[in-house]
């Protein structure tokens, strides 16, 4: 099993910035997961934000979705297994439960809820215009 726990949500004004980390344990955690970020507004469904896949012993892939291109970065510390998404210019429109996802998904399965197996309890963020 693996466990996930999101730290680092809040409230902040629009153009403030948020960091969020994530802490990954359990015996069948493996640095070769593939590690995203998804967040859920209330009344809607779960969307993708960003994503880091493994694709080599030295590299990885990020992806993001288009609405926070620029104003996020995600980055991943292999060695302490955390990863992060570091949130910049944000905008009322990313007020959300963001939620620390795990798993194998194949190429076409990076940006989706169905490409991840574990999941974190969430945490809020909240930008105030």
């Known amino acids: 099993q693996v466990q996930l726990v999101e730290s680092g949500g809040g409230l902040v004004q629009t153009g403030g910035s948020l960091r969020l980390s994530c802490a990954a344990s359990?015996?069948?955690?493996?640095?070769?997961?593939?590690m995203g970020w998804f967040r859920q507004a209330p009344g809607k469904e779960r969307e993708f934000v960003a994503a880091?896949?493994?694709?080599?012993?030295?590299?990885?892939?990020?992806y993001y979705t288009d609405s926070v291109k620029g104003r996020f970065t995600i980055s991943r510390d292999n060695a302490k297994n955390m990863l992060f998404l570091q949130m910049d210019s944000l905008k009322p429109e990313d007020t959300a439960g963001y939620y620390c996802?795990?798993?194998?998904?194949?190429?076409?399965?990076?940006?989706?809820?169905?490409?991840?197996?574990?999941w974190g309890q969430g945490t809020q963020v909240t930008v105030s215009s």
């Open positions: 996802a795990a798993g194998s998904p194949g190429v076409f399965a990076v940006r989706t809820t169905r490409g991840y197996d574990y």
């Open positions: 359990g015996r069948t955690f493996s640095n070769t997961m593939a």
């Open positions: 880091v896949k493994w694709s080599g012993p030295t590299t990885s892939l990020a």
